[in-house]
């Protein structure tokens, strides 16, 4: 894998059952790409923060907006001045590259 770059410019795959998920190297790896995240079990996991509910908000509409382009939807936890983001690939009972191409472009995101 490369940086980030690498990882925002990628799409997501199809989500299929039958594929094992990323093993733990492979998941460090690209856990060094991000900024910020967590790695907790299956899942990965950011919380941003805002200095408003309305910046929150406009983040979350941008979330939604690449989770619907990319067809892979994260968990999010909505408060006045943050948000909590979660990956997992639901279909391979882990972590999977669509999680950290997700996580990349949240993280574009953010720094917008």
């Not at 996991?45 to 908000?57: A, P, R, S, V």
């Not at 892979?72 to 909505?78: E, G, S, Y």
Request: aromatic share 8%; hydrophobic share 35%.
């Amino acid at each position: 894998m490369g940086d980030i770059c690498d990882l925002t410019g990628k799409q997501c795959k199809p989500c299929e059952g039958g594929v094992p998920p990323l093993a733990q190297p492979e998941i460090d790896s690209l856990m060094q790409q991000l900024e910020g995240w967590q790695q907790d079990g299956n899942r990965i996991g950011k919380t941003c923060h805002f200095k408003n509910y309305y910046q929150t908000i406009a983040f979350v509409n941008a979330i939604a907006w690449v989770s619907h382009r990319e067809d892979h939807h994260p968990d999010l936890a909505v408060a006045y001045n943050s948000c909590r983001v979660e990956y997992t690939t639901h279909a391979v009972h882990g972590l999977s590259e669509n999680d950290f191409i997700c996580a990349a472009k949240v993280d574009a995101l953010f720094k917008l």
